[in-house]
């Protein structure tokens, strides 16, 4: 069963500048999950999405980031225009979002620098 | 303050020793996993709880859940280098899976 894929890998921008972020979740998923991590800390929840519609995204910085799920599927999350704080590693996860909790799988994540 | 603590911050250890790292929730849970991420990569799934005193194993790794306490522990028997790492308790604190992580806990089994 192929895993969570995101890409880029890593991502180096100036400030100000825009970026975006791709994931394709394991297949059947209905739940996907954006986190931040910061370099020491453990990942910050940024949206979630139960196939194409937002569960929560309260910790979204709605000013700067926003994010997708068309057709529920494939997710991008884009931040315009970056700050250097955004400076992290964006992971995607998704579980399966049936009835019962399942546990998430995670990718490996994108790492972004912001100059 | 963090809804989801873990102590301690980081931990060293000898090879061979037994060790034990806490989380505790502020809020209620729903569903309690671990994860065990290394440096530069996704976080790897280890075991899930659900229900109070549920207790998990896997090889050297046990955890367990004290729900009315909203606390896990994840115990490690004969620890190895390679469960060197950085774990995470990650905790469902709704009834639509979002799932917050704690800060985690750095893990150093010196040989």
């Known amino acids: 069963e192929a895993g969570v894929a995101q890409s880029p890998r890593y991502k180096i921008i100036e400030k100000r500048q825009s970026v975006a972020f791709w994931c394709n979740p394991i297949?059947?998923?209905?739940?996907l999950y954006w986190y931040q991590q910061i370099l020491g800390q453990g990942p910050k929840l940024l949206i979630q999405?139960?196939?194409?519609?937002?569960?929560?995204d309260s910790q979204l910085p709605k000013d700067r980031f926003s994010a997708e799920r068309l057709k529920g599927v494939d997710s991008t999350l884009k931040i315009q225009p970056a700050k250097l704080e955004d400076s992290a590693v964006y992971l995607c996860?998704?579980?399966?979002?049936?009835?019962?909790?399942?546990?998430?799988?995670f990718g490996q994540g994108t790492r972004l620098t912001v100059v | 303050s963090q809804e989801l603590e873990q102590s301690p911050q980081s931990l060293i250890v000898q090879e061979g020793k037994n060790l034990t790292i806490n989380c505790t929730s502020s809020?209620?849970?729903?569903?309690l996993y671990w994860y065990k991420q290394k440096y530069g990569e996704g976080l790897i799934f280890l075991m899930m709880l659900q229900k109070g005193g549920e207790e998990k194993s896997h090889e050297k790794i046990t955890a367990k859940l004290d729900e009315k306490k909203q606390q896990s522990s994840l115990h490690i028997t004969a620890s190895q280098p390679s469960h060197a790492g950085i774990y995470l308790c990650?905790?469902?604190?709704?009834?639509?899976?979002?799932?917050?992580f704690g800060p985690g806990t750095s893990l150093s089994v010196i040989p």
């Open positions: 999405f139960q196939n194409n519609g937002v569960v929560d």
């Open positions: 297949s059947g998923h209905a739940t």
């Open positions: 809020k209620t849970l729903y569903g």
């Open positions: 996860a998704s579980s399966h979002g049936g009835q019962g909790r399942t546990e998430a799988f």
């Open positions: 990650g905790a469902d604190i709704t009834s639509y899976d979002k799932v917050i």
